[in-house]
């Protein structure tokens, strides 16, 4: 079956950093594209970070563009990201989308709502502490 599994979430304190991975199965890795959103208790996911993995071409959402870091290992078939600098309002729950078209992640980043991409994984909870 197609699957997409988060990992790495958890408590951290701010000014931390975190990374999250993304490990995909039940499809071909290469042939889709990948992107990580969030969503915050009560509020709308959003797009913040994605990645081709044709030519490596990354995209973030303005706002956040500092702070993340998203990468893809293909030969664990693995999306990372890596969360720096972390505020409580970072709380959330993170999580990772594969689609065959590339411009639909991109447009994706920095906008709230949740996009209808071809996969997504069941998200992980980040909890920033103060």
């Known amino acids: 079956e197609v699957q997409l599994v988060e990992s790495g979430g958890g408590l951290v304190q701010a000014g931390g950093s975190l990374t999250l991975s993304c490990t995909a199965s039940?499809?071909?890795?290469?042939?889709?594209?990948f992107g990580w959103f969030r969503q915050a208790p009560g509020k709308e996911r959003e797009g913040i970070a994605c990645i081709s993995n044709s030519d490596g071409s990354t995209y973030y959402a303005r706002s956040e563009k500092h702070r993340l870091t998203i990468r893809s290992d293909k030969s664990k078939s693995t999306v990372s990201l890596r969360l720096d600098n972390l505020k409580p309002e970072d709380t959330a729950v993170y999580y990772c989308a594969a689609n065959k078209r590339f411009y639909f992640l991109t447009q994706a980043m920095g906008k709230l709502g949740t996009p209808g991409l071809d996969y997504w994984g069941q998200g992980t909870q980040v909890t920033v502490s103060s």
């Open positions: 039940g499809f071909p890795f290469d042939d889709y594209y």
